[in-house]
């Protein structure tokens, strides 16, 4: 089941010819070396299911683009998104003056966020070109002999590393600036959230390496990866589960996602670590060292992280030989990497090999394919989630793979399963997803067994037999019934949960009984339990119906943002919860709350808040019963913690104390704020609204300060309290 929660919310659409593909496990490659066909004659027409086709990959490929460069939530695995890619550029290829409503893809992605100032590249960043097979390899190896005319090539080996390009200028050996590639031209500045990792140092250092003094140029800018460890993925997204957030999917979303955060602070509480490998512009240009391991050392020297034990190889099996190496290691090292790349040493021989408009010809990255088995479907099963949504589950057959038994795996809609026309009994391969997830890529039609028939979703709710509908231009189905009692059930349990009401003793199974056997049907419901009614449902004793009572009792006080979270508004995680919490600080105020208010206190920092979030959650917030429930709640009183009171002269402020005050000892400063409505924390976050700073104020101050917090002191506090 935990391999469940690192499903992507959406799987990648397949034509039957793209699954095919797929199994024949080596994509073809994307690169300008790749060989396509002769465009046809001039004046052929495309026939409109190809116009139609290019339309679709070229939405499809710009909304994954999005979702990986900007929003770093990728839902779809690289050889997925390569797949489609290669699909297009085939058929563009083919078609070469095909014009379609949507705009053609850019040969590299743009991770602009438009949070961050803009930082033009002095030498642009690019991509590299990748091959998967050796004849690919050592067709590259042929173009660069050619192009410098020996056959003699020395090659310098590293793995690719698998998370956020950045590139650090430094001036005078001063580090200046960092930044991402961006669109390869310009990137996002993201200079003090690298400056907040504490790991790259202000000035590089003077050193001698070999014997002689290391250089330091005027103006560099070197070029790196940011990337997490896998025991920093784990620790990060066992923390978001209990908090009721959603994991990262992979190390390298977790990477790109924490440099794009707008609060410095919060990047410091996450490891994030740096490589450097290469150059940008370099200033002045005749410093530039001989070879990649002159540079190497220079790096080492100047005391930047670089790649350990690269190989330096003379020829190019030499260098395949190394890239098996890094292949087999793979899985022994601590953090993601997706390939290796092969470079060309000697920087005299690569200045004149130079680049193409995407890629340097003087490397070449090779991509290790993604782990992948091949399986039997033994079922379909289907899930009701808590907004009504029905999730396909693919059973499998168990199947041993990357060290852990795969069962299931998501489908994600009735597209999905269309779209490969899944058939019961079909042998599937399955793919780890950034080495996490397990996915179905392809079927083996060879193997289909006669008899088998195409797969017909659903009409019908699996849990309460309601009809199943979908919404216009969206591939999910959904149960409408609010008393379906599968949605009854996971409602229940995330109001239960530790992040929201933290009702401890109401498990899936538990949840699932009391819907069936003590009439629950809303969270305030459990309010109404009592222990008799318990004791008659079944797997419930005496000690489990008295734990469970005082629990639900216990959680009558919890913090109001916490019943915010609990009432699993759409759009409203864990994160909103508290802004929601703070603009809107009772049941009356949500009751009332519209839209101009809502996009004030929401538009938090993140990704920025789409209309659609505003509407679905108004027309919620409207619905009939979702009053009704709010209402019954307050009635309840559940959600009495000092902070719902919603009064006092420092209700919805969060508040962060630093150093000594005149007056008060810390604890009587903590009492009267929480009395006058406040919250009180340690630190300074994203979600704090107010500094109080006395004496000798500690880090606190310079945090609020690069946050934008208001800062006030210890008079100012006073007449605040006093104002009531
Ligand atoms: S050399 C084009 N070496 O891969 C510039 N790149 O697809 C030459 N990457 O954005 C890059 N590990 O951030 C190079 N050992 C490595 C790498 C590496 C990861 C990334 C790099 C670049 C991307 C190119």
Same mark, same amino acid.
């Given at each position: 089941m935990f391999a469940f929660r690192f499903l992507p919310r959406r799987l990648p659409r397949f034509t039957p010819l793209t699954a095919l593909l797929l199994l024949t496990v080596v994509l073809p490659a994307t690169t300008a070396f790749g060989g396509s066909p002769p465009p046809l004659p001039a004046g052929h027409e495309a026939p409109p299911a190809v116009v139609e086709r290019i339309d679709e990959l070229r939405r499809e490929i710009a909304?994954?683009?999005?979702?990986?460069?900007?929003?770093?939530?990728?839902?779809?695995?690289?050889?997925?998104?390569?797949?489609? =890619?290669?699909?297009?550029?085939?058929?563009?290829?083919?078609?070469?003056?095909?014009?379609?409503?949507?705009?053609?893809?850019?040969?590299?992605?743009?991770?602009?966020?438009?949070?961050?100032?803009?930082?033009?590249?002095? $030498?642009?960043?690019?991509?590299l070109d990748k091959v998967t097979t050796e004849e690919e390899l050592e067709a590259f190896d042929r173009r660069v002999r050619q192009a410098l005319g020996r056959d003699a090539i020395n090659y310098w080996v590293e793995p690719k590393f698998d998370g956020i390009a950045v590139s650090l200028t430094f001036e005078n050996g001063r580090f200046t600036r960092a930044a991402t590639r961006g669109n390869g031209e310009e990137g996002d500045d993201i200079t003090a959230n690298v400056r907040a990792l504490g790991?790259?140092? #202000?000035?590089?250092?003077? $050193?001698?390496?070999?014997?002689?003094?290391?250089?330091?140029?005027?103006?560099?800018?070197?070029?790196?990866?940011?990337?997490?460890?896998?025991?920093?993925? +784990?620790?990060?997204?066992?923390?978001?589960?209990?908090?009721?957030?959603?994991?990262?999917?992979?190390?390298?979303?977790?990477?790109?996602?924490?440099? =794009?955060?707008?609060?410095?602070?919060? !990047?410091?509480?996450?490891?994030?670590?740096? !490589?450097?490998?290469?150059?940008?512009?370099?200033?002045? +240009?005749?410093?530039?060292?001989?070879?990649?391991?002159?540079?190497?050392?220079?790096?080492?020297?100047?005391?930047?992280?670089? !790649?350990?034990?690269? #190989?330096m190889m003379r020829g190019i099996e030499e260098a395949m030989a190394a890239v098996r190496r890094i292949g087999d290691e793979r899985g022994e090292l601590p953090f993601p990497i997706d390939g290796a790349v092969v470079k060309v040493a000697a920087v005299e021989d690569a200045d004149v090999l130079g680049w193409s408009t995407t890629a340097p010809r003087w490397a070449v990255a090779w991509k290790f394919a993604p782990p992948r088995a091949a399986t039997r479907l033994r079922g379909i099963a289907f899930q009701v989630g808590r907004t009504g949504a029905v999730t396909p589950v693919a059973e499998l057959e168990p199947v041993e793979f990357e060290g852990a038994t795969v069962e299931r795996s998501s489908l994600h809609n009735a597209d999905e399963i269309a779209r490969l026309d899944l058939r019961i009994g079909d042998t599937v391969l399955v793919e780890k997803a950034g080495d996490i997830i397990p996915v179905i890529v392809g079927v083996d039609r060879a193997q289909r067994p006669e008899d088998s028939e195409p797969f017909a979703f659903p009409a019908l709710c699996p849990s309460c037999g309601g009809p199943l509908h979908r919404q216009p231009g969206r591939a999910v189905h959904f149960c409408g019934n609010r008393e379906c009692p599968e949605r009854v059930a996971r409602t229940i349990e995330h109001f239960a949960s530790s992040a929201a009401l933290n009702i401890r003793g109401l498990g899936p199974r538990t949840v699932e009984a009391l819907v069936r056997e003590a009439g629950v049907r809303s969270a305030v419901d459990l309010y109404r339990l009592d222990a008799e009614t318990l004791l008659g449902v079944s797997g419930i004793g005496e000690r489990t119906a008295a734990n469970l009572l005082a629990s639900i009792e216990a959680s009558r006080g919890a913090r109001w943002e916490r019943v915010v979270y609990g009432l699993g508004l759409p759009g409203i995680g864990a994160r909103r919860a508290r802004s929601l919490a703070a603009a809107a600080v009772d049941y009356e105020a949500l009751l009332d709350v519209d839209a101009e208010r809502l996009v004030a206190g929401l538009d938090d920092g993140g990704a920025g808040l789409?209309?659609?979030?505003?509407?679905?959650?108004?027309?919620?917030?409207?619905?009939?019963?979702?009053?009704?429930?709010? =209402?019954?709640?307050?009635?309840?009183?559940?959600?009495?913690?000092?902070?719902?009171?919603?009064?006092?002269?420092? $209700?919805?402020e969060v508040v962060v104390v630093t150093g000594s005050l005149p007056d008060w000892t810390r604890a009587e400063v903590v009492a009267l704020m929480e009395a006058a409505g406040a919250g009180v924390r340690s630190r300074v976050t994203g979600e704090t609204t107010l500094l109080v700073a006395g004496e000798r104020p500690g880090s606190n101050l310079e945090r609020a300060r690069a946050l934008g917090v208001p800062v006030i002191d210890a008079a100012e506090l006073r007449r605040r309290l006093e104002e009531n």
């Open positions: 909304r994954h683009d999005d979702l990986y460069f900007r929003l770093a939530e990728p839902e779809i695995t690289d050889a997925e998104y390569d797949a489609l =890619k290669a699909e297009l550029r085939r058929l563009e290829a083919e078609w070469p003056d095909i014009v379609t409503d949507a705009p053609p893809v850019p040969e590299i992605g743009d991770d602009r966020t438009g949070f961050f100032p803009t930082h033009r590249h002095i $030498a642009p960043m690019l991509s790991i790259v140092p #202000e000035v590089l250092r003077r $050193a001698v390496a070999d014997g002689r003094a290391v250089p330091g140029p005027d103006l560099i800018e070197i070029r790196g990866e940011l990337f997490a460890s896998y025991e920093e993925f +784990e620790r990060l997204n066992a923390a978001r589960v209990t908090e009721g957030e959603r994991p990262f999917a992979n190390p390298r979303n977790l990477a790109a996602g924490t440099m =794009k955060l707008r609060e410095p602070a919060e !990047v410091a509480e996450r490891r994030i670590e740096l !490589v450097c490998f290469g150059w940008g512009g370099f200033v002045p +240009e005749d410093g530039r060292p001989a070879d990649l391991r002159g540079f190497h050392e220079w790096l080492a020297a100047w005391g930047l992280p670089v !790649v350990e034990e690269p #190989e789409s209309a659609s979030v505003v509407g679905d959650l108004l027309a919620e917030l409207a619905l009939p019963e979702t009053r009704q429930l709010l =209402k019954e709640l307050r009635d309840a009183g559940v959600g009495s913690a000092p902070e719902l009171s919603g009064t006092g002269p420092l $209700a919805g």
